[in-house]
């Protein structure tokens, strides 16, 4: 597939350092709106960062689940974060190190991330409970439960750990499956984080001539519909849904990590 000339590369870099410079403003006055106005202000900032990169968004209509869900998706790139504060503005509960990263990093601070250390197994518990408040509070809380990158292929195991907070809170779990497409239409794996940094990708990404993202929203998973379930058995089912999708059409569903990663696991 023929990539973008140069120019045209650096034409796009152009108006994403002038977007950046506009939602850089806007990001310092977040806190002092309401929260239904913070969060209409998130998505319009998510649509506008993947009009900005030439990303089309192309889902079903957002399901009317009732605030206070627990979203879940499959994670292939510092894109995905754009997606979902377009689709549902939520609170994300994320690596310590996004904190750092300029305007992703502000932009879900101000959506009420919760930021952990992934290597420390002991702050499961209170993340749990950190869910579990804003989720009864009526505020959606989104995580990534692979914990890393794919390649967009197939799904990473899944973790079980935040599952938990469905089950305490009570509440039910809306599977965000995210497929990546390039110029025909051919899944793609340009745009994913695995196993590179944030400049080859975001250099990648301003190289295609478009790239559309696939949502698509499984039934919701209901824990409360089920009598002394667990994290492990809403785990597998959220991991069957991810997998009924994204394998439907992917090109290689062994190729998940690049190999050096594999070795890595």
Excluded at 7 to 21: P, Q
Excluded at 44 to 56: C, D, F, I, R, Y
Excluded at 157 to 186: G, H, M, S, W
Aim: hydrophobic residues 45%; glycine residues 4%.
């Amino acid at each position: 597939m023929k990539k973008n000339s140069i120019f045209i590369r650096l034409m796009r870099l152009f108006h994403l350092l002038y977007w950046l410079i506009g939602i850089g403003f806007r990001l310092h006055s977040l806190n002092r709106l309401a929260p239904n106005e913070r969060r209409n202000v998130l998505q319009q900032m998510g649509q506008s960062a993947l009009n900005v990169l030439h990303v089309e968004l192309e889902k079903p209509a957002t399901p009317n689940n009732p605030y206070g869900t627990l979203i879940v998706a499959n994670h292939i790139s510092w894109l995905d974060i754009f997606v979902l504060a377009a689709i549902y503005p939520a609170s994300f509960i994320a690596a310590k190190e996004l904190r750092n990263w300029f305007v992703i990093g502000k932009m879900i601070e101000n959506a009420g991330t919760v930021f952990i250390d992934r290597t420390n197994r002991k702050d499961i518990e209170p993340i749990n409970a950190a869910i579990v408040e804003r989720l009864q509070a009526g505020n959606d809380v989104c995580f990534f439960p692979e914990a890393r990158t794919s390649l967009g292929n197939a799904v990473l195991p899944l973790k079980a750990a935040l599952f938990q907070a469905a089950i305490n809170a009570p509440t039910n779990i809306q599977c965000v499956v995210l497929r990546y497409y390039d110029a025909e239409n051919k899944r793609t794996e340009q745009i994913s984080f695995s196993g590179t940094n944030f400049f080859i990708t975001l250099w990648r990404i301003l190289s295609q001539p478009k790239i559309k993202v696939r949502v698509d929203f499984p039934p919701l998973i209901e824990p409360t519909q089920q009598p002394n379930t667990d994290r492990f058995t809403l785990k597998d089912q959220a991991e069957a849904l991810f997998n009924q999708i994204v394998l439907s059409d992917s090109p290689n569903p062994k190729r998940v990590l690049l190999p050096e990663e594999e070795r890595s696991r």
